[in-house]
């Protein structure tokens, strides 16, 4: 039986890739700041396997505060891009939620948890971490691309009973990226790995890449999925 999308709000205009044949594995992947879950949707159809559907919600558009308030697509409120700038703690769970809630509905679905990638980019690529190290489920893995682990001090005490403590991570950023330097997504693969079996996280890295994506990263990435989702 088919679940109602009306009753998870995020799902309700996600844009979704359908597979081109039984759908057995979903990728939910979560834009960045600002963005919408086109961009991804179209970026994820260029390296798409037929029995996966990726699903690209929205964020609701909120005030920012790094942004001097200004209202945009954001899944939490922003108040700095430093290891120690202050968080939206309440936004961020709420958030990570709200994603929970279609992880859930892929799950009654008949979607198993273990065929379930959750990733994102920037401020989704944060959330996707936040929220697959305190899900009850055991994921297939996790994309995280040019970010960051969201109130990092809570960890590794947040994370739900370890249960993704084995759960491969895949960690990328650029060199160059000017909005949220390489060394702080260096810091981040540290602190994964006190959280999480170390041989877990793989974190990759590509010279001249700014605070975007590139043609190696989408390949690897791909790649990931390929491995993490194999054809059943």
């Not at 990728?27 to 996966?52: C, E, K, M, N, Q």
Request: charged fraction near 15%; include cysteine; charge should be neutral.
């Amino acid at each position: 039986m088919c679940g109602n999308n009306m009753s998870v709000p995020l799902l309700a205009d996600a844009v979704t890739v359908s597979g081109a044949e039984r759908e057995t594995a979903a990728v939910i992947f979560l834009h960045g700041l600002g963005d919408t879950g086109h961009s991804w949707a179209d970026a994820l159809s260029s390296i798409r396997l037929p029995y996966v559907k990726y699903i690209c919600p929205h964020a609701p558009r909120i005030p920012v505060t790094l942004n001097m308030k200004k209202v945009m697509p954001s899944w939490f409120d922003l108040m700095g891009l430093t290891p120690d700038a202050p968080e939206d703690e309440a936004g961020i769970k709420k958030a990570a939620e709200n994603i929970k809630a279609i992880i859930e509905h892929e799950v009654k679905n008949g979607i198993p948890p273990n065929r379930i990638i959750l990733g994102g980019f920037s401020q989704g690529g944060a959330l996707s971490l936040y929220t697959a190290l305190t899900c009850q489920h055991q994921l297939a893995g996790i994309v995280a691309l040019s970010c960051w682990l969201p109130l990092h001090k809570a960890f590794p005490q947040a994370a739900t009973n370890g249960v993704n403590k084995d759960t491969d991570i895949l960690l990328c950023h650029g060199e160059m990226d000017p909005m949220i330097p390489v060394h702080f997504g260096y810091l981040t693969a540290q602190k994964l790995k006190s959280v999480v079996t170390p041989t877990k996280v793989q974190f990759k890295t590509y010279p001249g890449v700014m605070h975007s994506s590139c043609p190696q990263e989408m390949l690897e990435v791909k790649e990931f999925i390929e491995n993490q989702l194999p054809r059943i």
